[in-house]
């Protein structure tokens, strides 16, 4: 199975920053990746899809870029509502995968 | 709107049997893949398996961990998913979510997610 591998696990942010997580395939996966959101005690919330593609109703500071291996996820301007668990999957083979999650928490 | 429901959860004893149901509604069932996700107590999300559309064969691909123990099914008529469940383990203790995916020319994976339903295996 693919193995996907986020950076960093967790770390410390203030509203107003902007932040990248990266999330690493152990193989190419073309565009084939996903990211999520997910709150205590909710569902995880698609953000982004085919690398770059915003969900629909998602806002603009959430952003994404990357192929092959390589990804990134990057929020232009934290909101206190972006305090959450950060998920990046690949769809890539039809053994799908989950990063480890990073926890995005308030400084 | 869209709804996923899924139900069925419980406490079960290691070596026995459950099946959980995803009762959808607000789109047409039958144009969607339907995936199970699961995620143990403090921990990330674990990919479970999935069921394509009839459009696209009706068929099943697992998760190495859960393959040859779960088998995953769908009932069109009533829009319903379900997974069923055996040899449980202790380590299949989760939270169970379902989720839908469009599979066309552009794939969408898992836009929509149900409220989830927790399996707790223990004796």
């Known amino acids: 199975a693919i193995r996907m591998t986020q950076s960093p696990s967790s770390f410390s942010a203030s509203t107003g920053d902007r932040v990248t997580i990266t999330c690493r395939a152990s193989?190419?996966?073309?565009?084939?990746l996903a990211w999520y959101q997910q709150k205590p005690g909710k569902a995880p919330k698609l953000l982004i899809y085919?690398?770059?593609t915003l969900q629909s109703g998602v806002p603009s500071r959430f952003s994404g870029s990357g192929s092959g291996t390589d990804f990134t996820l990057t929020i232009s301007c934290l909101q206190s509502e972006d305090f959450a668990t950060y998920y990046c999957?690949?769809?890539?083979?039809?053994?799908?995968?989950f990063g480890q999650g990073t926890k995005l928490e308030i400084k | 709107e869209v709804q996923l429901v899924e139900s069925g959860g419980g406490l079960v004893q290691p070596g026995r049997s459950l099946r959980l149901s995803c009762t959808a509604s607000?789109?047409?069932?039958?144009?969607?893949?339907m995936s199970w996700v699961r995620q143990a107590p403090g921990k990330g999300l674990e990919w479970v398996g999935f069921?394509?559309?009839?459009?696209?064969?009706?068929?099943?691909e697992y998760a190495a961990s859960v393959k040859g123990r779960f088998t995953i099914s769908r009932d069109d008529s009533k829009s319903i998913a379900y997974l069923q469940m055996n040899s449980l383990k202790t380590e299949d203790t989760a939270v169970y979510y379902c989720?839908?995916?469009?599979?066309?020319?552009?794939?969408?994976?898992?836009?929509?997610w149900g409220q989830g339903t927790l399996v707790t295996v223990s004796s």
């Open positions: 989720t839908r995916e469009q599979m066309t020319t552009v794939v969408i994976p898992f836009d929509y």
């Open positions: 607000g789109f047409t069932f039958g144009d969607y893949a």
């Open positions: 069921i394509r559309s009839k459009a696209y064969g009706g068929t099943t």
């Open positions: 193989q190419g996966i073309s565009s084939y």
């Open positions: 085919a690398a770059s």
């Open positions: 999957q690949q769809y890539y083979s039809y053994q799908y995968t």
